[in-house]
Structure formats: C-alpha cells, structure tokens
Nanobody, 119 residues
Framework: VQLVESGGGLVQPGGSLRLSCTAS????????ISWVRHTPAKGLEWVSD????????FYADSVKGRFTVSRDNARNTLYLQMNSLKPEDTGTYYC?????????????WGQGTQVTVSP
C-alpha cells in the first residue's frame, strides 16, 4: 500500500490550493480514504472522508463549506480542493486508509504535504 500526497505550498489567506493523493498497491476504488492534518494548534485533526464510490463525503466543522474532497477511481487519485484558506489551516496534510480504534489512528498513511497559509 502506498499513498503519495502532493500539491502543498505557501498561499495567502483567502487563497486556494488543491492537494492530490495518488494511491498504489491496492484496489483504490474499494476503500474509503481520509484526509487528516497535523496543525501546530490542534495536533492531528481529521479533515474529511470520501466513500469508495465518491458519492458520500464528510467534513470536519472547521473546513465545511471551504474544502471539497473528490476522487478519480480511474486514476487512483484523491483530491482535496481547499478554498478560503485561513492561517489556522497551516499544517501537514495526509491521506490515510483503514481507521483504527482510536481517533486519528490509521493503518496506512502517506508522507504528507505541507500547507502554509501566511500573508
């Protein structure tokens, strides 16, 4: 199982970024995939889930209405469109699979991509 994130960078408040997570080594279309971030203020925080078919999505209250998760099962790729970014969105963003029994515990993680929101 391999998950590789990309698309992070430095953006001004109010700006946008689109993150990608490319998967390999498993049947991508069979799994719910999550976005999780680590921020200086809150530590690990679940951001979003998308079901295998891509027709059901879930968001943390902190990002609802600003972030949109989607997937392209033909390309084995997950996306996170982030709009109206705030400084508190700064952190490392991970895609992850197979949640464990504890909050923010997953069996598989990508290496993460850094997002910095700053003037």
């Amino acid at each position: 199982v391999q998950l590789v994130e990309s698309g992070g960078g430095l953006v001004q408040p109010g700006g946008s970024l689109r993150l990608s997570c490319t998967a390999s080594g498993f049947t991508f279309s069979a799994y719910t995939i999550s976005w999780v971030r680590h921020t200086p203020a809150k530590g690990l925080e679940w951001v979003s889930d998308i079901n295998p078919g891509g027709d059901k999505t879930f968001y943390a209250d902190s990002v609802k209405g600003r972030f949109t998760v989607s997937r392209d099962n033909a390309r084995n790729t997950l996306y996170l469109q982030m709009n109206s970014l705030k400084p508190e969105d700064t952190g490392t963003y991970y895609c992850a699979r197979d949640p464990g029994p504890s909050p923010n515990e997953y069996n598989y993680w990508g290496q993460g991509t850094q997002v910095t929101v700053s003037p």
